[in-house]
């Protein structure tokens, strides 16, 4: 992965479970300029056709001092505005290193 671009936010940690109530996910939404950075990047990557599946972005993440790498996904804002927004998914290591709990902000670094 090359890394173009850097960027920094903080956001709320929350949970996501599924309508079965199996799976449960925790995500950092990422919005603002933040978010607009992103989705800057993900139309250059689709007109360069170098896109990946679901609209998705491979990011190296750093929280704390944990660095992982994964994906970033588009998604929409609460309030279901035009602004664009992405999901950092947060795994269970990473939130057992860093102590985070669901509500938490954290701090995220995104190297993409």
């Not at 960027?7 to 990422?30: E, K, M």
């Not at 505005?81 to 938490?104: H, I, N, S, T």
């Amino acid at each position: 992965m090359t890394l173009l671009e850097q960027l920094h936010h903080t956001g709320r940690l929350w949970r996501w479970t599924g309508d079965s109530g199996s799976g449960t996910w925790h995500f950092v939404t990422i919005d603002g300029a933040a978010g607009e950075a992103l989705s800057d990047t993900a139309v250059m990557r689709k007109l360069e056709g170098t896109a990946r599946g679901f609209g998705s972005l491979k990011v190296r993440a750093r929280i704390g001092a944990t660095s992982f790498a994964t994906s970033v996904f588009p998604g929409k804002s609460d309030d279901g505005a035009a602004e664009q927004v992405w999901l950092l998914p947060v795994k269970a290591a990473v939130r057992r290193a860093e102590g985070l709990a669901e509500g938490d902000a954290v701090e995220v670094s995104l190297d993409y």
